[in-house]
């Protein structure tokens, strides 16, 4: 008897789990992703200040499923999907057939419509741009060194703007970065021309989580030298010249753009099934509303449930807990028994923003400090997928711990060869 095919679209932490845990032999499986590797997103901030190695939070699909035979990787966009023939189209590997498709794709950074930002703003969703962030970052010094008075100020300013998770913990790692690493890097150079600046629309920073949590975030930034400007929303950048809406200005070549998400909905969902933050609507299963062999897990999911009326959050737990409760349901589609609904019970939320300062919020309780900074970091490096990356990463965190330093500044620019790409298959190619 043949298998029966499973598509997956995206290897994030919810289509990596999904490939992963699902039995060998049981079912084909096919993994399309445009990258080649894993990503682990909660430490890209760390990549985009020098902390870490971009191999260390990144890893290698094919390295994965090494000794999966029943799983299949494709380095390829999805371009389209048409639900009707039951067909998965990509830009360099051909079409795909499936009997199951599993949309995983995630989220995109949102501009929310603003062009110039979007075009002189740097994003952090992918290691590519967290290493371009880096480049941009330690360029910026470089820069300083020759640059007249005139120009010193727009090199001097970094813009971070969101005061989520991801724009606290990357200001508070530059605010480290200034003081701790730079003044030793460039000894002539004046830091304290260096402002960093954390923009949020919002009243307060990590507005997610609890009171405690987000006053004690802003506390620490400030007393950082994090400049926290909260109710401030951005109007718009034209790569030099940030524009409040309230008519305040910031010069900076380098502004971060943490203020949003949206759902990368693939071509081919009709309109009726995608709903608020671009995420498309499923049932307790996971499956996409009115089509039954198609599921969606993860960011892009929206499911509505008595305990999350607006759909969960969305979080790398969130996005493994609905992987594994389809590795149930696939495996009971298969023996013809009842699916399970999917249920989740928050175990928490945390941030970090330095040495010693974290915040965590427990169903029952909030701490911060320097516990809450140690569970951070136990729970981050548990999370990492595998054992020797866990390990690079532990040792770099234990030199940068005792040592207030790092060696992993580079600058890495493109070359003439960075457009290389896959040759596009020729003839058409036949459904896999
Ligand atoms: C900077 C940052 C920090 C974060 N920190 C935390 C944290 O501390 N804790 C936490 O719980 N969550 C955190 N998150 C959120 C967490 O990373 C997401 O919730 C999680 O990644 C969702 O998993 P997913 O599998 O749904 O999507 P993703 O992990 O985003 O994976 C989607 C995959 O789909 C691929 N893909 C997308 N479109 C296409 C296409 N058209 N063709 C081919 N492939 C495609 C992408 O390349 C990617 O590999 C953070 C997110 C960011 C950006």
């Keep these: 008897m043949s298998k029966d095919r499973i598509v997956i679209l995206g290897a994030g932490f919810a289509g990596l789990q ?3 845990r699902l039995k060998n ?8 992703d445009q990258y080649n590797f894993h990503q682990f997103q909660p430490l890209m901030y760390q990549v ?5 190695e971009p191999s260390s939070i990144s890893f290698p699909l094919r390295k994965v499923f090494q000794k999966k035979s029943n799983v299949h990787v ?5 371009l389209a999907i048409d639900t009707e023939l039951k067909k998965v189209v990509t830009d360099d590997a051909g079409t795909f057939s499936y009997d199951h498709l599993v949309i995983a794709t995630g989220c995109a950074t949102n501009y929310f419509g603003n062009k110039n930002i979007e075009q002189f703003a740097f994003p952090m969703k992918s290691t590519g741009e967290a290493v371009t962030l880096r480049n941009r970052i330690l360029l910026n010094f470089e820069d300083a060194l020759s640059a007249g008075p005139g120009a010193l100020e727009a090199i001097m300013n970094i813009v971070v703007v969101g005061g989520g998770p991801t724009g606290v913990e ?4 530059l605010a480290e970065l200034k003081k701790n690493i730079l003044p030793k890097d460039y000894p002539d150079m004046d830091f304290s021309r260096l402002n960093i600046y954390l923009i949020e629309a919002g009243n307060a920073t990590l507005g997610v989580m609890s009171k405690a949590s987000q006053e004690k975030s802003q506390q620490y930034l400030e007393l950082m030298g994090v400049n926290v400007w909260l109710n401030a929303q951005v109007k718009d950048y034209d790569g030099k010249t940030v524009t409040l809406n309230d008519g305040r200005t910031i010069l900076t070549h380098t502004l971060v753009w943490a203020a949003g998400v949206t759902g990368n909905v693939p071509p081919g969902i009709s309109a009726d099934k995608i709903v608020r933050g671009n995420r498309i609507k499923v049932d307790a299963y996971n499956r996409v509303e009115g089509l039954h062999d198609v ?3 993860g960011d892009i999911a929206y499911m509505e449930t008595a305990e999350f009326p607006k759909g969960h959050p969305q979080l790398a737990n969130v996005a493994i807990a609905q992987a594994k409760n389809l ?5 009971n589609l298969s023996g013809r028994k009842p699916l399970n609904p999917f249920t989740y019970k928050s175990p928490g939320t945390m941030a970090t923003v330095g040495k010693h300062k974290a915040v965590v919020d427990l169903p029952f309780m909030s701490f911060q400090g320097r516990f809450a900074w140690f569970i951070w970091m136990f729970l981050h490096l548990m999370l ?3 054992v020797k990356n866990r390990l690079i990463i532990f040792i770099n965190w234990a030199i940068s711990y005792f040592t207030n330093d790092t060696t992993l500044r580079l600058i890495l620019l493109p070359t003439k060869k960075t457009k290389l790409k896959q040759a596009v298959p020729e003839p058409e190619p036949e459904l896999v």
């Excluded at 494709?74 to 999805?78: E, M, N």
């Excluded at 990357?170 to 790692?173: F, K, P, Q, R």
Aim: charged content about 15%; cysteine-free; hydrophobic content about 55%.
């Design 295 to 297: 599921f969606a897990m």
């Design 74 to 78: 494709r380095l390829a966009k999805v």
């Design 327 to 331: 590795v149930t349901n696939f495996t």
């Design 384 to 386: 990492i997928v595998s």
């Design 170 to 173: 990357l200001s508070g790692s």
């Design 18 to 20: 999904l490939a992963r």
């Design 48 to 52: 985009a200040t020098g902390r870490l």
């Design 25 to 32: 032999n049981e079912f084909d499986i096919t993994i399309i």
